[in-house]
């Protein structure tokens, strides 16, 4: 394993995750018109975050740039996007094809961002053995039997509240890495799995609070 | 206007306003376990927050519990429901009906945490005119005319990032008050404009990294 491996792999803070795709956007948006060259100083012009904090987010990344003249962009987007995981396909498991699982079943746009879910997972018999967007829909009992056959660590979690720990207890079980939790169930897992929330719920419940605020300021 | 909507309408930390939804999940379970009462160290032990943070959450919401009894568990989950506007149905438009927005149209468990899309925008000709899951397309030229039709202040944003910044000013000016952003690209709104950044590929990225970080370990 090479030293740089282990440099990507290093514990990078999540404020600074969340940042560099913000920064890929727009980089890819100055190519677009263009440019050859970008600067921290050009992006934080662009998005509003401190050109320090750009320099020290993208010193993570294994890219350096130019005194004066700044980084090669396509350097730049390419360092970018491998660094973020989204030029591997991640394969994932999706559990729950109700309403937003289906949907993220038929969203092809996670693909470009590195995660290829292969199959869902569900007990409705009206669903399993048939297939959405091109992925096949299997009974929950199939989970491991499948797991052996498909090379995946992510599970995509979209149950009902009232069976999200069951369902997750059993995809752990079964050798699932990384869960990516889009129920508002706040779920349990070993220190060693990977977890991330994303609750569209919650983000509802802050845009609409926010927004109550402001008609009646 | 009553000062009890004016306490309702207060400031609420975002972190409080991202926990309730927990809260709201799990009480929901206790209901279907037969439970009738709960305290805050009910629901500290299901999912491991602080009990006194659970209680300071909660006193946003405007219900109190009984000393040793605790909330009233029918109470408790109707006030929040109401306090986080999941009773309440808040129409929408959507822009760019790609592969994550045609995915939303399609997600009508968003009407459960009170979000209505009522129609979509796009300028793609095979898409204008028709409908996906009953809510109609448009094209984008007629968004300032179906404004003055359809009571709508919200604005849920999937278009290409090339066009993030142009359709959001669009937005802006024909009236829409709070913006749902799903593109990764941070967007520019006046201060009174209500903004909530859901980047899926920014989890995303966090997962990687951390599944990354995990195998090397």
Known sequence: MSTSMRKDA??????????????????K????????????????????????????DLSYVNISGRTRVGYDID????????FLGFTN?????????GSLGGALLRDSGLRHF???IVAGFDVNPNLVGRDLNG??????????AKMLEYKV???VLTVPISIAQEITDKMVAGGIKAVWNFTPFRI?????????NTSLYAHLAVMFNRLNFNELK
Request: charged share 25%.
């Open 188 to 196: 349990r897992v070993p220190e060693t799995i990977v977890v991330q």
């Open 114 to 116: 590195g995660l290829e």
């Open 89 to 97: 396909l991640h394969k994932a498991f999706l559990f729950g094809v």
């Open 75 to 82: 350097a730049l987007i390419r360092g970018l996007e491998d």
């Open 135 to 144: 992925i096949p829909i299997f009974h929950s009992d199939e989970f491991e």
């Open 153 to 155: 660590n992510i599970g």
């Open 29 to 56: 948006l100055m190519k677009e018109r263009g440019e050859r060259y970008v600067s921290s100083t050009q992006i934080s012009k662009e998005i509003n975050v401190d050109s320090s904090q750009i320099a020290k």
């Open 10 to 27: 290093a514990k990078v803070p999540e404020p600074t995750l969340r940042r560099l795709p913000w920064y890929l956007s727009n980089i």
